[in-house]
């Protein structure tokens, strides 16, 4: 048996030995009595200078009370354990301090684990310079974009948002109409008034009208006093009528006519207000085709696009996707309270050839759910809903699944596959190789090579 325990305390010994972080153990009269290699290395001390040693000793006089507290509370047991961050050097240290009991519950001594997080520290804050540039440089108010495709839109946004015009928002679901709108107020000389958002699709259409122009008291059962509708409530303001194209017909005519004659009458009363409203309106449908149908009037669509802005879906965004990720994943880990999470090589290809149905909303979810589940300092393609997973095709709307290919066929359909993703990655990259190839996870020179075959 004694033979037995001396084995464990030797393999005890080798396991601190060869621990990457420093270790420093006291006894229960903080007394040094272990100093591992690694703390040798990590403080640049020499162990036979600390053994024996009070462990309060180490500490530089003005820490000693605080540490005495510490130490005191671990004791105790009213502190299950402590960490805190230590410049020394230019080196940016964590120590964590942590109570040794033995099976009798009876505190043995104070462990104390050193890990030199120079490196990490560093780059959070070249995330934060990152994330700083991406905001400056790519953001346009609440909105990022440095794509191509962003950019008429933010012009667009410029040019119109001093201007009373009436603007229609088009654009699938999930693509930011209402951000959008926000910027167009914002922007606007009606900035310090409000901006009314109705939501035409949520709205039960016998309660539409009351909602939009308001009602006396008494016009109906309920009605115990007067209301104003949205109209009123966004004068010299602006009213976003969201989801403009589920507005059943009925509504439709009484809504054309107060974009006409610029007054609304409660319903239950009898005179007309005057209201000055800027309107801007969005929809994910193709009015033009609801027209032709007879499902929206002609007259009020006429009324409405008086100037259109087309939102891009996120797939036809391939710049914006990583910034926005990395802009969702800082927000998340603030609101959570959990360290910044960096981005694998797997991941990013994953988020780069996703098709994206529900667009940057689709994109915000996935970072918010990759950000509470993850369990290490970097996303991984496991972190991501199983859909990210899939073949680019599965995400676009309901396309079969495509038949086994072989021979020449498959050749053909891998090189397709290849060069698209070059494609991508230089475009996500600005066109700089070094990048291009560290995204990929391959040389530059490899890089070359495959863009002189794909030309």
Excluded at 37 to 58: K, M, S, T
Excluded at 234 to 253: N, V, W
Aim: proline share 5%.
């Amino acid at each position: 048996m004694a033979a037995a325990a001396t084995d464990t305390e030797g393999v005890f010994r080798a396991i601190l030995t060869s621990m990457g972080e420093g270790i420093i153990f006291a006894d229960h009269t903080n007394t040094i009595v272990c100093v591992n290699a690694a703390a040798e290395q990590i403080r640049g001390i020499d162990a036979a200078n600390y053994l024996g040693r009070d462990l309060l000793a180490i500490h530089s006089p003005p820490a000693r009370p605080r540490i005495g507290a510490i130490l005191e509370s671990l004791r105790s047991g009213t502190l299950a354990f402590h960490t805190r961050p230590l410049e020394v050097k230019g080196r940016i240290f964590e120590n964590s301090y942590y109570p040794i009991k033995d099976d009798g519950d009876r505190f043995v001594g104070t462990l104390m684990v050193s890990r030199d997080i120079t490196e990490r520290e560093h780059l959070k804050e070249e995330n934060l310079v990152l994330r700083d540039q991406l905001l400056s440089e790519y953001s346009f108010g609440g909105m990022i974009g440095r794509s191509p495709a962003m950019q008429p839109v933010f012009q667009m946004i410029r040019s119109t948002a001093p201007l009373d015009s009436t603007i229609l928002i088009t654009g699938e679901s999930g693509t930011g109409k209402e951000l959008v709108a926000r910027e167009l107020h914002g922007k606007s000389r009606r900035s310090g008034s409000p901006l009314i958002k109705v939501n035409c699709a949520a709205l039960p259409e016998n309660l539409l009208e009351s909602e939009l122009f308001g009602f006396e008291k008494g016009a109906f059962t309920g009605a115990l006093k007067e209301r104003k509708g949205k109209f009123e409530q966004a004068h010299r303001g602006t009213l976003f009528l969201d989801e403009i194209g589920e507005l059943p017909l009925s509504a439709q005519a009484k809504l054309l006519r107060v974009l006409q004659e610029k007054t609304v009458e409660r319903i239950g009363g009898s005179r007309e207000i005057q209201v000055d409203v800027r309107i801007v309106a969005a929809t994910n449908r193709d009015l033009r085709d609801d027209v032709a149908a007879g499902h929206f009037r002609e007259d009020l669509f006429y009324r409405l696009n008086v100037i259109p802005i087309e939102l891009p879906p996120l797939r036809e965004r391939l710049e914006d996707i990583l910034p926005l990720a990395t802009i969702f994943l800082s927000r998340f880990a603030s609101e959570m309270g959990r360290p910044e999470l960096n981005i694998s090589r797997e991941a990013k290809e994953a988020l780069l050839t996703h098709r994206y149905p529900g667009n940057v909303r689709e994109l915000k979810n996935a970072m918010e759910r990759a950000t509470a589940l993850c369990g290490g300092d970097t996303l991984t393609i496991d972190d991501l809903p199983p859909e990210f997973g899939s073949h680019p095709g599965d995400a676009r709307g309901g396309e079969p699944a495509r038949r086994p290919v072989h021979g020449s066929t498959l050749s053909t359909k891998l090189d397709n596959r290849e060069a698209e993703l070059i494609e991508q990655a230089l475009a996500v990259s600005g066109n700089r190789r070094a990048e291009a190839a560290r995204l990929l996870g391959i040389s530059r020179k490899t890089l070359w090579k495959k863009m002189k075959r794909y030309r």
